[in-house]
């Protein structure tokens, strides 16, 4: 079971119409620490721990059929393709994973967010 791949085009443009997306951030907390932004909107979480944390707020009350969006800073999209897995196994119906992850997303100048602090 695998996610559907999603562009750097098409996602920027859900942002842009500020269309109801859940984007997951799913790099490694290395990765995560280092930088300064994420793709705006994004929820920044531990792949290992996704699953444990669609029990809690704010995964929790996410509709089913919302589309989700998974990405990370790997080089064949791994852990973005694992937590679209999990998400899909969870009865998320329309999960993609972003084509080329976090670093086409600043190579095409798509909208970041300051990542919270801490």
């Given at each position: 079971?695998?996610?559907?791949?999603?562009?750097?085009?098409?996602?920027?443009t859900?942002?842009?119409?500020?269309?109801?997306?859940?984007?997951?951030?799913v790099?490694?907390?290395?990765?995560?620490?280092n930088?300064?932004?994420?793709?705006?909107?994004?929820?920044?979480?531990?792949?290992?721990?996704?699953?444990?944390?669609?029990g809690?707020?704010?995964?929790?009350d996410?509709?089913?059929?919302?589309?989700?969006?998974?990405?990370?800073?790997?080089?064949?999209?791994?852990?973005?393709?694992?937590?679209?897995?999990?998400?899909?196994?969870?009865?998320?119906?329309?999960?993609?994973?972003?084509?080329?992850?976090?670093?086409?997303?600043l190579?095409?100048?798509?909208?970041?967010?300051?990542?919270?602090?801490?």
């Amino acid at each position: 079971m695998r996610g559907e791949f999603i562009s750097v085009e098409e996602l920027k443009t859900k942002v842009a119409r500020d269309e109801s997306l859940v984007i997951l951030d799913v790099r490694g907390s290395e990765s995560y620490a280092n930088s300064a932004t994420r793709v705006k909107g994004a929820v920044h979480v531990n792949v290992r721990k996704l699953k444990c944390r669609l029990g809690f707020p704010p995964l929790k009350d996410v509709p089913k059929d919302r589309e989700a969006v998974t990405y990370c800073a790997c080089p064949s999209e791994e852990s973005a393709n694992s937590a679209a897995q999990i998400l899909l196994s969870s009865g998320f119906k329309r999960v993609r994973v972003l084509k080329g992850g976090w670093q086409e997303w600043l190579k095409a100048k798509g909208p970041v967010e300051q990542r919270p602090r801490g």
